[in-house]
């Protein structure tokens, strides 16, 4: 690990926190966890570099969740983040870091959600709100979210939110906050307009960076798998099974909940592995390594911490079955294979989210990690017939088997069957519980990195939030907060083709490309580069989207309001009215307009 502080004690967090964070299984800090939770607590600015997987969440919510007076139901803390998802992401961080706090109340507020619901939501009152740029404004000015006793204020991921065109809003949100609060902006890379903003609006930040040493690793292969369409312990499973020069291997994990959890599993799916964390003292620790070098034991799973160090020679494989945080603990963890001299392999999972990582581990260590295929159902048979078709060979040339023959001779006869049945009688017997073929289906192949996150209307039909579930049940939309008829959703047309809508928003409200690109992705979780030809002209505009649109989309954006203005979208019949104001391709089909896009591409994605 490259931080020092092995504690979150060490941190100046309140008792009941480290109480809570115990129970959830966090060991000791990350790098990012360890730098900014002191500087917070202790009241000053933050300009955070970090992207997701490092931790930020937990680094920024805990300070925050300190001061929060629970007797007061008002937003005394907001964090705005680029979209939807991570809004709720953050707000179930926040959510289980105060499970030892009862009474606090965290709301996500985003884009496509009912303002019936979070109206009613925002009245019961809430101690931090996570929401998207649009909403939040959204009810800035409707007064209905009050920011008087605001303490708090977090961006998160500010280059996305400007990305994704949000950035002008965030600054409205920020002109509109009171003077005295805490601001911490995290942000994976730090272009010009963020440090603007930075400069504008923090107050003598403290810059906080995740070094990224580079590394040279030892000769190991270094291979990883983008989480997708199976169960991480199901993909697990089928690769260590296929690995050729399989012998023991070193799991890595985050939380010490986490390697007991995993370690039960794969005991019961027949595996010799045990947990390895800092709940077991010094004597059982070497136990189990001990266990691990004799072979004992072919499988450990550990925390950071609780492997630092070891050297087995026999471990031929390092799994990051959970991400490190940085690319120092990567190079620690795929440290523990490759070791005497002897060939290692590094394994490591990375979930669509998480794809930046893989990218800076990549730059760090200086070598490219190439995508792994999942083994098909197919290989993993193979594989088994090709183990029992050695383990036979093997006994082929074992002594005594004359006796045996000597029953087959017999059983044969007796059955009038020929010797060739009788043998596949016994292999089926043999393998009885340990079928040499697999059920169930072959996951589909993981899209390409770039194209990893969700579909055309990818978060809408990914996930329904799980926090909305959560005591919402009774806020379903009752009958009469339909529109009429009238009013509803145009008809969806055929997917795969472009459908060109209207919006009641020109030139003349101020509106820009990226604020019509911005709104449309977070409200209606379509990604930018599905969003095709805008047309800007001066009170109306027009725009390009996927036939196919799902009608909850739909309803999202005949609601969505841009600079205060409801768009009213609609199918568009003619041509354009008002002046023509110039048309801009954005993203979509030929990719004319993707000039950001591709210096992104360039400048921060390797
Ligand atoms: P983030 O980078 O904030 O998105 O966090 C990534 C993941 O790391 C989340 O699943 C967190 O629950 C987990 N996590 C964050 N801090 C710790 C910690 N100190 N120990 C173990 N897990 C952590």
Redesign the pocket.
């Known amino acids: 690990m490259s931080t020092s502080v092995e504690s979150f004690a060490d941190l100046g967090l309140s008792e009941s926190l480290l109480k809570t964070?115990s129970e959830i299984?966090?060991?000791?800090?990350?790098p990012i966890?360890a730098q900014c939770i002191p500087i917070l607590l202790d009241g000053h600015d933050i300009l955070g570099m970090a992207q997701?997987?490092?931790?930020?969440?937990?680094?920024f919510a805990l300070p925050l969740m300190e001061q929060i007076d629970i007797k007061v139901a008002k937003p005394q803390a907001l964090i705005l983040t680029p979209t939807r998802e991570l809004a709720i992401?953050v707000a179930e961080?926040l959510q289980s870091y105060a499970k030892n706090l009862p009474g606090f109340h965290v709301l996500p507020i985003y884009g496509g959600q009912s303002y019936t619901i979070q109206l009613k939501q925002l009245a019961r009152g809430a101690h931090v709100i996570v929401g998207t740029p649009g909403r939040v404004m959204d009810h800035l000015e409707r007064k209905t979210l009050n920011l008087d006793n605001l303490r708090t204020m977090v961006l998160d991921e500010a280059d996305e939110m400007l990305r994704m065109g949000f950035i002008d809003d965030v600054e409205w949100i920020l002109e509109r906050t009171p003077e005295q609060h805490q601001t911490a902006l995290f942000s994976a890379t730090m272009p010009e307009q963020i440090r603007r903003v930075a400069q504008k609006y923090l107050v003598e930040p403290r810059e906080i960076k995740i070094k990224s040493a580079t590394a040279t690793v030892a000769a190991i292969r270094q291979v990883y798998w983008q989480v997708s369409g199976m169960h991480k312990l199901d993909a697990l499973t089928r690769i260590l099974e296929v690995e050729d020069d399989f012998d023991a291997a070193i799991i890595f994990v985050?939380?010490k909940t986490a390697t007991v959890e995993l370690a039960d599993k794969l005991n019961a799916r027949g595996y010799a592995a045990a947990a390895l964390n800092g709940d077991l003292n010094q004597q059982m620790r070497e136990r189990v390594i001990e266990q691990l070098k004799s072979g004992a034991l072919d499988i450990v799973i550990a925390t950071d911490v609780a492997a630092r160090g070891i050297d087995v020679p026999r471990v031929s494989h390092v799994v990051n079955y959970?991400i490190p945080y940085d690319t120092e603990a990567y190079v620690h963890r795929i440290g523990r294979t490759g070791r005497a001299g002897r060939n290692g392999n590094a394994i490591l999972f990375v979930a669509p989210r998480e794809i930046r990582m893989l990218r800076t581990i990549e730059r760090a260590t200086r070598q490219p990690i190439a995508p792994l295929t999942l083994p098909s159902r197919a290989d993993v048979t193979n594989k088994r017939v090709a183990d029992f078709k050695a383990k036979v060979a093997e006994v082929l040339n074992a002594e005594g088997l004359e006796f045996f023959a000597n029953i087959v001779s017999q059983i044969a006869e007796e059955q009038n069957v020929g010797a060739e049945e009788v043998a596949a009688a016994l292999a089926m017997m043999a393998q009885e519980g340990k079928p040499l073929q697999i059920a169930g289906e072959d996951p589909r192949p993981a899209p390409a990195p770039r194209d990893s996150r969700p579909g055309v209307f990818g978060e809408r039909e990914q996930r329904k939030p799980r926090f909305e579930d959560r005591g919402e049940r009774s806020e379903r939309p009752r009958f009469e907060d339909r529109p009429p008829r009238s009013e509803r959703p145009p008809r969806p047309a055929p997917a795969g083709d472009m459908v060109r809508y209207r919006i009641d928003v020109g030139r003349e409200h101020g509106v820009e490309v990226r604020d019509i690109v911005g709104a449309i992705a977070n409200e209606a979780g379509i990604e930018s580069r599905f969003i095709g030809r805008i047309g800007l002209y001066e009170e109306s505009s027009t725009v390009e989207l996927p036939g196919g649109m799902p009608a909850e989309a739909a309803n999202a954006l005949k609601r969505t309001r841009i600079r205060g203005v409801p768009i009213n979208l609609r199918i568009d019949e003619g041509r354009p009215g008002g002046s023509f104001g110039g048309e801009r391709k954005f993203g979509g089909g030929e990719r004319k307009f993707d000039g950001e896009r591709s210096f992104k591409k360039k400048n921060f994605d390797r």
């Open positions: 964070l299984g966090y060991e000791t800090p990350s966890q997701t997987g490092t931790g930020k969440t937990a680094a992401q961080a985050r939380t959970d």
